[in-house]
């Protein structure tokens, strides 16, 4: 104390274990973060593999899918007024018309492991007289052979599915309408000796 100042080196126990808490706060920090990212890198790697699993499920349903596209036309089995009925199938669009009062527009599934094959048609446009069926669906049986569609509606759900096409309700039966081709070639001009077009 004769003038020397002393500095002392010792750091308060208080301010040690805050220090120490500060650390470990810190690595938790960080432990926390590298726990977060791993969850996240599991979870999407799950999500990749439900994916890929749900896709390749899903391959006879497309294939099956893909039979269905295109245009049909045909009638009600036993209906004496032949009245045409025309399907449109493109992507998961299905276009269901009979006449200006009776079509739907519907968006289908094809549910997998059924026997006889199912498709359900969830309806998202009708006319006026029909907007009571908005977001029905429809369930139906089909099934093609020689060229022949043929949709047997099954009810909604509600009671049991019938186990056989005959047992079905309403049987609709269709054919394939080939695409128009359009001429793309020019009228052929017929040309007599003598005679300029």
Not at 115 to 138: E, F, M, N, R, Y
Not at 173 to 195: A, D, F, S, W
């Amino acid at each position: 104390m004769n003038g020397q100042f002393t500095i002392s080196s010792q750091i308060p126990d208080n301010l040690l274990s805050n220090r120490l808490t500060l650390d470990a706060m810190k690595l938790l920090r960080h432990i926390i973060t590298i726990v977060c990212l791993v969850a996240t890198f599991i979870a999407n790697a799950g999500e990749q593999l439900t994916t890929k699993a749900k896709y390749v499920v899903n391959q006879p349903t497309n294939a099956e899918l893909q039979l269905l596209q295109g245009t049909w036309e045909g009638a009600v089995v036993g209906d004496k007024s032949h009245e045409k009925i025309t399907v449109t199938i493109t992507g998961n669009s299905f276009h269901f018309h009979r006449d200006t009062n009776f079509w739907f527009d519907t968006t289908i599934t094809l549910p997998a492991g059924t026997d006889p094959k199912q498709l359900h048609a969830t309806i998202k446009g009708c006319p006026p007289s029909q907007d009571v069926s908005l977001g029905q669906v429809v369930r139906a049986f089909f099934k093609i052979e020689d060229g022949t569609l043929t949709l047997a509606t099954i009810g909604d759900g509600a009671e049991e599915t019938p186990k056989s096409f005959e047992a079905a309700g309403t049987r609709y039966e269709l054919r394939k309408v080939q695409p128009q081709k359009k001429n793309t070639q020019p009228p052929m001009q017929r040309i007599r000796k003598g005679v300029e077009p």
